[in-house]
Structure formats: C-alpha cells, structure tokens
C-alpha cells in the first residue's frame, strides 16, 4: 500500500522532468484573452464569447458567449437570431476555426471587384 | 515532394482553402504545423452556396477540418529548389564521410587499405604497403 502512492509520485516527477518542450502551436490564444472570438465547431455551430482561458488541446473556455443560430432548412446560412450561452467549456476537438470577432464583418462579394 | 513542404513553402503566399463544411477561406498564409492547422491573414471567407462573404483580418484553421487548399504555382518551383539544396547537401556529406571514416579504418582494417589504394595515390599513408597491391590489380586487369 504505502510503496503505490510512492511509485506513483516518483513516476510523475520523473515525467515532468523528462518531459520535452513541446512545439509551441502556431495560434498564440493568450493574445485573444479577455477579447471575443469567433468559434466556429464541427457540425456547424458557430459562437461567439470573452476568452477566458484555453489549453494546447484548443479547449476553450468562453463567456458571455452566443451562439448564432441556424434555420434548419437551411442549415449552412446562419439566421439572424441569437441565443445566449453563458459561461461555456468548448470541446477543443469539435473546434474548426477560430477567428476574432473585431475585424470579422459580412461583406459584398469581393471577387465580382477584382475581376473587373 | 511532401505535401507538408509544398504548404510550408507556400508560407506567406495567398492561398484558397476549402473545409470539408464547403466554406472556403482565400488569404495568405501565416504559419502550418505538422497537423496542418493553418493561421491565415487578410482573409475572405464564402459561404458553402458561393453567395456570403465575411471579411476576417485572421483565422486559426483545424487541419483536420481541410478538404484541399489552393496554392500559387510559382510554390512548387521553390519546393524543388529547396529539395535540390537538400539533396545536394546529402550527396556531399556521404563522400566526407566516406573519407572521415577512411582515414581511421586504414590504422585499424586491412580491407579498407586496399580499396583506398585502389583509388589512387591520394591516400598518402596507404603508399608503402598499398601499392603493391594496386600494381598486382593492373596487371590482372
């Protein structure tokens, strides 16, 4: 009984201490804490809440957050209305994309400019 | 060429990425990792059906989520010349280290003098003793 527990912290310790530095990810998520993001996830819900916290799985936790509603006939067009979330924990799995919502604006179809 | 090179190349290049959802994302390239999650700058985003467009000054990209991205042709040219580079590099480590290892296994192996004599008078150390067999060689040839 009493050598479990002492194998057991020893094997964390020296995990911790062979543990690699892992590749930092190319998404820095502490620049959108306390800000808004977008979060789009796999199924097609999209939301949008105050980061609050995040780790290297992408789990995120959001709050004040929305969720942009879908009609259900049309599921790929995203309806006008709203429902509020609150404080959430997303699944970083389900995760697709993440954008911030400053700057992120519906706009004209810009391709129809370039090519004239 | 990998895949994953040909994207990493394409590194602050515009590029079309369509997801498995049938948005598709037009903007340039910030960064990809091993899992081909992308960040992207000055991006455009349509809608599946072609008739919505957001504007998005940046995006992160799951990889997973990626049916295929378009990429600028001029990229692939790159990619080779860094694999040229790189194949360079390999074929003149292999010689050197031929050579390196060379100079220790004509002390110690037998095996190694003679194929150096056979090469030549450049191994200076192989002359006393390697030159008789490299004459024997000639003859038989």
């Given at each position: 009984m009493s050598e479990k527990p002492k194998g057991s912290g020893g094997g964390g310790?020296?995990?911790?201490?062979k543990e690699k530095r892992r590749k930092e990810s190319i998404l820095d998520l502490s620049k959108y804490l306390e800000k808004?993001?977008?979060?789009?996830?796999?199924?097609?819900?999209?939301?949008?809440?105050?980061l609050k916290g995040y780790d290297p799985l992408l789990n995120l936790v959001l709050d004040n957050t929305v969720e942009y509603l879908r009609d259900p006939d049309e599921p790929f067009k995203l309806?006008?209305?709203t429902?509020?979330?609150g404080l959430v924990v997303c699944r970083g799995t389900?995760?697709?994309?993440?954008?911030?919502q400053d700057g992120m604006e519906s706009i004209q179809n810009p391709f129809i400019a370039q090519d004239n | 060429m990998l895949p994953l090179s040909l994207l990493k190349t394409a590194q602050s290049h515009p590029m079309l990425v369509e997801l498995k959802n049938g948005e598709t994302y037009n903007g340039h390239l910030v960064s990809c990792d091993t899992w081909m999650n992308i960040?992207?700058?000055d991006v455009i985003c349509t809608s599946k059906d072609g008739d919505r467009f957001w504007?998005?000054?940046e995006c992160y990209i799951r990889g997973s989520t990626i049916k295929y991205l378009r990429i600028p042709d001029e990229v692939i040219d790159m990619v080779k010349e860094d694999a040229q580079v790189k194949s360079r590099n390999r074929a003149e480590m292999k010689p050197r280290g031929g050579v390196g290892g060379g100079g220790q296994n004509q002390r110690g192996r037998s095996g190694g003098r003679n194929t150096f004599a056979n090469r030549g008078g450049g191994a200076g150390r192989a002359s006393s003793q390697g030159n008789r067999p490299l004459a024997q060689g000639n003859k038989i040839k």
């Open positions: 310790g020296g995990g911790d201490n808004t993001i977008r979060v789009k996830f796999a199924g097609g819900r999209e939301a949008a809440g105050v309806a006008e209305e429902r509020s979330l389900s995760v697709v994309l993440i954008c911030p | 960040n992207l700058r504007r998005m000054p």
